[in-house]
């Protein structure tokens, strides 16, 4: 990423600045939840019994019929010079449950049994069977007790990883209610879900049914089988609500969590943080921020992020200020976010001047600028028609191959066409699409809308 020119600060030191109402682009800091989704497949999982299948094998099934399958085996059984193991017998099967109805891969399962009396299925053998009746076009779980009541009959009963296996399917499936129905069903048979299987399905209810549904499941399966949420469980139901924006329920659960005997972490807090600061809420921000240095939980760059973030959004950019000087003497180096959160806030007080000082003081602290910070900066001059900056920022960040985003793209193009530099405008437009900034159809359209504009304005006397 190439620096500003040196000549881009002086110049403008002593510009005057018009204060508009402004909306750069930028994005809320996001911290990956890390206690969700640091989860390891079973050993036993869909990806760890379906051996990775060999070019060859996957050529093999070229069509779901049945007794073609039974030829292909069969072939590939007399030409072996070596023991067909396992794995080998899993793999094959997968490749054709993969294309196949579930009886007919259960009618090639009792082919191998019965003409290979060497493989012995295990439960990965029928956890293959079990994940593909989950996915069968059926208005009931009629296809996955079929599969379950034939690994009994073998010998094999159902245990976590089953279960894991079964609700995953289910919810890939889009069947969420029969992966609710059949986690109760397998728990009443002493074959529970793990917390993780648990967490994925609570997770997963989240996303398309409402939360006293929800909230119902976790106390059915807390009531009737023992299984309690826990510090995941609680993180995933304040994340729920805290994007639905219900910040009141949110700090009801982070209670609930506490009564629980869990203590709230700084992904939590960070959370509900997030939260308050999309809804430009600075003062509950704040109050979050002090709650966790109350309960001794150390704020991380996130944390001071997200507080950076959301006072500068409401409009409280001094007192962002003040926070990162706090973030610097607790032992955290301010990032292109940081830098950036707070030029947000500047350009839409109307001081694309400041922010053009702090971008200065970000390069001298070795702090690099990102496509964000350039956009947000160019989004700013143009807002406040500092169009000779603003260009000169464009030629940096073509120079260095930054691509435009698409408001800071519309608002130079209807900066420049306002002041009657079209050509300008097409030489942004040409840019754009060169640098597959923006899409061509969405490029164009929003030059053609801007010099519809301009023309009307013209005929009325509006623009130059």
Known sequence: MGKIPPSFRPAISNSLIRKLPLEPPIAIPHQLPNKITKKKPPQHSKKAQASPVSRKTESLFKSPDLLSAKKVFNSIVASSKSPLDLRFHNTLLQSYASISILNDSISLLYHMITTHPSFSPDRSTYHILLSQSCKAPDSSLSPVHQTLNLM?????????????IAIRSLCEAGRIDHAVE?????????SPPDSFTFNFLVKNLCKCRTLSTVYGFIDDMKTSFGIKPDLVTYTILIDNVCNSKNLREAMRLVGVLHESGFKPDCFVYNT?????????KGSEAIEVYKKMKEECVEPDLVTYNTLIFGLSKSGRVKEARKYLDIMVESGHFPDAVTYTSLMN????????LGAVVLLGEM???GC???????NTLLHGLCKCRLMEKAMELYGAMKSAGVKLETASYATLVRALCREGRVAEAYEVFDYAVDSKSLTDVAAYSTL?????????????????
């Open 272 to 280: 509900i943080m997030k939260g308050y600061c999309m809804l430009s």
């Open 182 to 190: 059949l986690v109760k069903e397998l728990s009443l048979k002493h």
């Open 448 to 464: 053609e809308v801007t010099l519809k504009w301009l023309k009307k304005a013209r005929e009325q006397g509006l623009a130059l």
């Open 363 to 365: 390069e001298r602290k």
């Open 368 to 374: 690099s600028p990102n496509s964000c910070t350039y």
């Open 345 to 352: 806030g500047m350009c839409r007080e109307g001081n694309a």
């Open 152 to 164: 009994v009959t073998n010998g094999l009963k159902p245990n976590q990883v089953t279960t894991d």
